[in-house]
């Protein structure tokens, strides 16, 4: 499987204030914004009526991107064992082969917690392997 990391993403309580720190604080630039995310979150995510909040941000010293996601819906987001609670967080892979590489995560005992999900830019989804911590596989249609 070949992979490239793409992104790391944090769980927000304020999407404005917390991409004002990383923008203040350690020189980020936000270079993407969505407001109010409804279909494509709920869908990756697994959790009926999620919505979000989501920002990307840059760095001129690397081309790691740092995502930002602040979560809502009505529901109670701290029982939902899921990667939207504020102060959790994902790393993203981006995948030549989406299908592939959920088989071979499922073989080392990851849990798929979504559906495969389209997006402008390709198709990904979200997982939890076995000691907890949350991932997402994209494979992409074009650069981002």
């Known amino acids: 499987m070949n992979i490239k990391w793409h992104h790391s993403s944090l769980a927000v309580s304020s999407l404005d204030q917390a991409s004002r720190f990383y923008q203040e604080v350690f020189g980020f630039k936000e270079t993407f914004r969505v407001k109010d995310m409804k279909k494509e979150i709920a869908s990756v995510a697994g959790v ?28 109670n987001l701290r029982e939902i064992p899921k990667p939207i609670q504020v102060g959790s967080g994902h790393i993203s892979f981006v995948v030549d082969d989406l299908e592939g ?12 917690l979504g559906s495969v999900t389209m ?14 911590s949350f991932i997402e596989l994209e494979e992409l249609t074009r650069a981002i």
């Open 48 to 75: 009926k009526n999620l919505r979000c909040d989501l920002a990307q941000l840059e760095h001129p010293q690397s081309p790691h991107v740092l995502e930002l996601i602040a979560f809502r819906g009505d529901t």
């Open 101 to 112: 590489a959920v088989e071979t995560v499922k073989k080392y005992g990851a849990e798929v």
């Open 119 to 132: 997006f402008s830019e390709g198709k990904s989804i979200y997982c939890r392997e076995p000691a907890g």
